[in-house]
């Protein structure tokens, strides 16, 4: 066994404290930039601030609001809770028209988001229905939604309804005093006791989309109606 020497062994001494500086140092220094990689990850987070799917459903207009005669569609009523999904943009050459007579026309914009909610309630006495959806987009997709809705009506101005294979007529106007740009498209059918309106509505980054077929305006005055209820209730949150 070697043995240290008197003048070794205060040297190796002396060094010990300065060791144990350093490594309580690299220490600190690790856990700083843990930290600080914690904090960056977080105010990277693409769906930081963004509302989910739960809190998008207080926002939809509820069973009182709704006329007599209206009853919710289970079936078409849903949320992505609190989770958010990947968002997907489709290159959308030709849009399959006949689904703008439909609950949740919006996809026909081939943008999706990453939160919504939506619910459907039907009159069977009168087969109206109305329709409302919440989605939530990152950045400033809303606003391309938006944009690719007023390209819907210019790509389809008229499609074959394919229960009575008579012609829908559709037109389309801005709509003024709902949300931040709203826009508004209407359907029409000789062969329909009512047209149908539908409508969105951007509020910061969602948008709002209705469809209604109540009422002998095509459902104009309802659709508004709703849509500004819903875009009351996401003021200043989304």
Same mark, same amino acid.
């Given at each position: 066994?070697?043995?240290? %020497?008197?003048?070794?062994?205060?040297?190796?001494?002396?060094?010990?404290?300065?060791?144990?500086? =350093?490594?309580?140092?690299? %220490?600190?220094?690790?856990?700083?930039? =843990?930290?600080?990689?914690?904090?960056? $990850?977080?105010?990277?987070?693409?769906?930081?601030?963004?509302?989910?799917?739960?809190?998008?459903?207080?926002?939809?207009a509820p069973a009182t609001f709704f006329a007599a005669g209206f009853a919710s569609d289970s079936? =078409?009523?849903?949320?992505?809770?609190?989770? !958010?999904?990947?968002?997907?943009?489709?290159?959308?050459?030709?849009? *399959?028209?006949?689904k703008l007579d439909g609950t949740s026309w919006i996809a026909l914009t081939g943008i999706d988001?990453? #939160?919504? /909610?939506?619910?459907? !309630?039907?009159?069977? %006495?009168?087969?109206?229905?109305?329709?409302?959806?919440? *989605?939530? !987009?990152?950045?400033?997709?809303?606003?391309?939604?938006?944009?690719? &809705? &007023?390209?819907?009506?210019? $790509?389809?101005?008229?499609?074959?309804?394919?229960?009575?294979?008579?012609?829908?007529?559709?037109?389309?106007? %801005?709509?003024?005093?709902?949300? *931040?740009? /709203? !826009?508004?498209?209407?359907?029409?059918?000789?062969?329909?006791?009512?047209?149908?309106?539908?409508?969105? /509505?951007?509020?910061?980054?969602?948008?709002?989309?209705?469809?209604?077929?109540?009422?002998?305006?095509?459902?104009?005055?309802?659709?508004?109606?709703?849509?500004?209820?819903?875009? #009351?209730?996401?003021?200043?949150? =989304?």
């Open positions: 066994m070697r043995h240290l %020497s008197t003048a070794t062994k205060l040297l190796a001494s002396a060094a010990l404290p300065l060791a144990l500086v =350093a490594c309580s140092s690299g %220490s600190t220094s690790t856990k700083a930039s =843990a930290s600080t990689g914690a904090t960056s $990850a977080a105010a990277k987070d693409p769906n930081a601030g963004l509302l989910t799917g739960t809190q998008l459903k207080k926002a939809l079936s =078409a009523t849903r949320d992505t809770g609190d989770t !958010y999904s990947e968002p997907s943009v489709a290159a959308v050459s030709k849009p *399959d028209c006949t988001g990453v #939160s919504f /909610a939506q619910g459907d !309630y039907i009159n069977k %006495s009168t087969s109206a229905e109305i329709a409302q959806e919440i *989605d939530v !987009y990152r950045g400033t997709t809303a606003k391309k939604v938006i944009g690719a &809705v &007023v390209k819907l009506a210019s $790509a389809c101005p008229s499609f074959t309804d394919s229960q009575t294979s008579s012609k829908v007529k559709v037109s389309e106007h %801005s709509e003024a005093g709902l949300g *931040d740009e /709203a !826009y508004t498209i209407t359907l029409t059918d000789s062969s329909w006791q009512s047209g149908t309106t539908l409508t969105a /509505a951007r509020v910061g980054t969602a948008v709002v989309s209705v469809l209604s077929s109540s009422g002998s305006d095509n459902g104009a005055a309802a659709a508004k109606k709703l849509t500004g209820q819903i875009v #009351s209730a996401l003021k200043g949150k =989304a």
